[in-house]
Structures are given as C-alpha cells and as structure tokens.
C-alpha cells in the first residue's frame, strides 16, 4: 500500500467532500423525490382499490347476484336490470377501463364473456345480445373498475336504446384512410 493511500484513509481535503456533495446531492433528491412518489403512487392505488365498489363486490364486502366466478373472472347482475339478465363481467384484478388493462387480463376477461353469453341465452332466450363497455365519464362510466355490460335482448321497447348517429355522407374513402391511418401509426403492442 503507498503513503498516499493509507493518508487518504485518515484524511479528507473538504474540497473533495465539498465536491462529492454538491455532485450527489441532486442525485440523492431525485432518488428520494422518485421514492416518494412512487410510495404516494401505490397509496394511491390502494386506496382507490379500497374505494372501489366491484372490488368489494369481488372480495364479498358488498352482496351481489354472482352468475359466474373463477380465479381472473367474476360477473354479476347489474342492479339496474336494464333488460332480464343484464350482467356485468369483470376482471378480479382492479384495472380503472380499457386504457389501462394489461392484453393478458383483457384475454382472461373476453374468454369467458361467451360462455356467460351463452348461459343467459339458455336461461332467458333473448332474440340477442348487446355488449357494452364505458371508458372515462364523457363514455358514461360510472364505476372505474373496468366492466363489460352483457344486455340482453327482448325485442323493440325493452329498456335498452343505442343511440348511434351515422355519418357515412361526411366521410370519403380517402379521408376513411386518412382517419385509420393516424390511428395505424399508434398503435403500440
Ligand atoms: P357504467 O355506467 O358503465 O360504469 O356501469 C356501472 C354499472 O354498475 C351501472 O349499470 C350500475 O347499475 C351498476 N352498479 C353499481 N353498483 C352496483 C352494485 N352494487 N351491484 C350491481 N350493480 C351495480
Ligand atoms: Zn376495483
């Protein structure tokens, strides 16, 4: 070992801790600045599953109808029966809508929709099936824990009404390109 080592061991110029400081320090506030964030994130997260009405439902906190349940799925009736049988599907994992729901749980959650489908069919015979899913409040979601509404379907006047605008006359092929191309180019797997 040499002489300067062993001195540097025992002694500290204050410009090299003034130095080091003033290079860490910013250093050690973002980490600190990032941690706390990130703890706020997950307390966040939690309280908002704590707050959420379908995960209280899931956990049996809150009564439901249950027409189905397995380990990634759980559906119920909706209260609001807008038709006989209307259903609601939802993943057991707490994901706010479709913008935020990772490929594998949507997987897990359309894979049964089918099946329960076809169980309210055998149950009711509606002459059909309408599938339902609000994003964000502008969507008329009302519960942000995602959800699929299965209604189905009696006939004319039988409580449900899609109310859909065409505007085929204002679109022509090229701008039909043109709109799916802008979302072509964002879409991202
Ligand atoms: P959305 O408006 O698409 O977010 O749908 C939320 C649905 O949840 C509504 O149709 C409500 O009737 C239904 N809902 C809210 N609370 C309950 C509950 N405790 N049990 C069953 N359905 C519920
Ligand atoms: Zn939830």
Known sequence: ??????????FRH??????????????????????????LDREEQKMAHEDCIFCKIIDGDIPSAKVYEDDK?????DISQVT??????????????????????????????PVIANAIRDA???LGINLLNN???????SVFHLHVHLIPRYGDG???TPNWI???????SDDLQAVAKAINEQIKH
């Open 166 to 172: 065409t505007h085929t006359e204002d679109y022509t």
């Open 124 to 126: 009711y015979q509606p």
């Open 84 to 113: 006989k049988g209307h259903t609601l599907v939802i993943p057991k994992e707490h994901t706010k809508n479709i913008y935020e729901t990772p490929p594998e749980t949507a997987k897990e959650l359309f894979s049964r929709i």
């Open 14 to 39: 204050p410009l090299t801790s003034l130095i080091q400081n003033s290079l860490l320090y910013p250093v050690q506030l973002y980490t600190i600045d990032k941690r706390l964030h990130f703890k």
């Open 1 to 10: 070992m040499n002489r300067s080592t062993n001195y540097g061991k025992f």
């Open 158 to 160: 039988d409580g449900y």
């Open 73 to 77: 799925v759980y559906a119920f009736l």
């Open 135 to 141: 994003n964000e409040p502008v969507a008329e979601q």
